[in-house]
Structures are given as C-alpha cells and as structure tokens.
C-alpha cells in the first residue's frame, strides 16, 4: 500500500531555513506528480505546491513564491521541500500526498511533518 | 484568484443526511474533490471528480456539482462522520489548487 512519511520539521527562527523530506513507497513514484499541501494550527487546509512526475513542471502557491522550492529524487523515491526566509506565518503541519495521475487532487496522504517558526 | 465557500459548521442528528455544499464561480465546470479530517488525523480523500468514491468509502457518501454548488452527501450518518470536510478545486487560470475554508460536521 501507498505510504508517505515526512521528516525535517521543527522549530527555526525567523528568517531561517528548513528542508523537509518525504519518503514514498508502496507506489511507482517516478510515475506520479506530488503536492506539499500545509495546515496552520486551527486552520484550514492550504495547497503549497505541486511537481510533476518527472520534475519538470512546478506549480507554487503566492504565498511562498519565491521563498519555497519543491524537487524530487526519483532514484530514491523521495519528494523534498527547501523553505528559506521563513515567517511566522509559514507555521504549520506539512503534508506530502500523491496525485493519481495528471488530475491534481490527492488520493494518498502522509501523517504530516511541523514546522515551527518563531523566535 | 477562484475561491470556494463552504458553510463553517453543519449539524446533523444520528441516522439523518447530511449535506455540505461548496460554492464557486462556475464551479460545475470543475472537478470537485472533497476530503474527510478527524482531529489529529491527516485528510482522506471521500470523493473524487465530483461523484465517484475510492475503493474503502462506503456508499453513504455522494457527492454533486452543478451550476455554481457543488454538494456532499452522507446519508445515515453516524459518529464516525464527525469530522471536518473540505472540497478542492484545480483552478487552471491561476495553476493553482483551491481549498474551501473546510466544514465541521457535528453530529448531535
């Protein structure tokens, strides 16, 4: 079966940088685009980005443009996510899901890696 | 940007439907997907492209889109379904996914 497993989150200061790493098996990764999607605490669910299977194509939301970049190692079956010149704001759990293929939603899901930024 | 509107809360006693809509320009246009997260827990997909259901997901969910709504149903609801639900849209203009702000379901 599908899993996803997030690592790298925890608590950094502002301004600071993180990069978080999700593990995929179970699945063809290479076959598949995959998302970073977040959620602040309390909060609602928040799209961060999406690659294609191969790593061509990058989509970002606005609010981490520029700030963020999503790539991945298909060799080794793992999705990573560089977040530099953090705020306060980009506090939160970070999810890594699969997408089933060119369709941009989210049949599988990992359990969510936290990031903590605060001084 | 496109945005979705879903009701913050939804109430529902034990055995009735339950209905959760989602609201967006031209939303039938779309393809909605919708996700089911129970506190602490990460979301799972309970509908896919407006209508259809993943393997596991029992048939008391539905879902529907038309027009400017887009709908889920649960039919005969019991306390397992006391979660918050969210629907998703892939907004090709902006090449951006859309979340509603999610909607929590009590069951009374």
């Known amino acids: 079966q599908v899993q996803l497993v997030e690592s790298g989150g925890g608590v950094v200061q502002p301004g600071r940088s993180l990069r978080l790493s999700c593990a995929a098996s179970g699945f063809t990764f290479s076959d598949y685009g995959m998302h970073w999607v977040r959620q602040a605490p309390g909060k609602g669910l928040e799209w961060v980005a999406v690659?294609?299977?191969?790593?061509?194509?990058?989509y970002y939301a606005d609010s981490v443009k520029g700030r963020i970049t999503m790539s991945r190692d298909n060799s080794k079956n793992t999705l990573f996510l560089q977040m530099n010149s953090l705020r306060v704001e980009d506090t939160a759990v970070y999810y890594c899901?699969?997408?089933?293929?060119?369709?941009?939603?989210?049949?599988?899901w990992g359990q969510g890696t936290l990031v903590t930024v605060s001084s | 940007s496109y945005v979705l509107t879903q009701p913050s809360s939804v109430s529902v006693a034990p055995g009735k439907t339950a209905s959760i809509t989602c609201g967006g320009s031209?939303?039938?246009?779309?393809?909605v997907h919708w996700y089911q997260q129970k506190p602490g827990q990460a979301p799972v997909l309970v509908v896919y492209?407006?209508?259809d259901r993943p393997s596991g997901i029992p048939e008391r969910f539905s879902g529907s889109n038309s027009e400017n709504t887009a709908t889920l149903t649960i039919s005969r609801v019991d306390a397992g379904d006391e979660a918050d639900y969210y629907c998703q849209v892939w907004d090709l203009s902006s090449t951006h996914v859309v979340f509603g702000g999610g909607t929590k379901l009590t069951v009374l």
């Open positions: 899901a699969k997408d089933p293929g060119y369709s941009y939603y989210f049949d599988s």
């Open positions: 031209n939303i039938g246009s779309k393809s």
């Open positions: 492209d407006d209508r």
């Open positions: 690659i294609s299977y191969d790593g061509s194509i990058k």
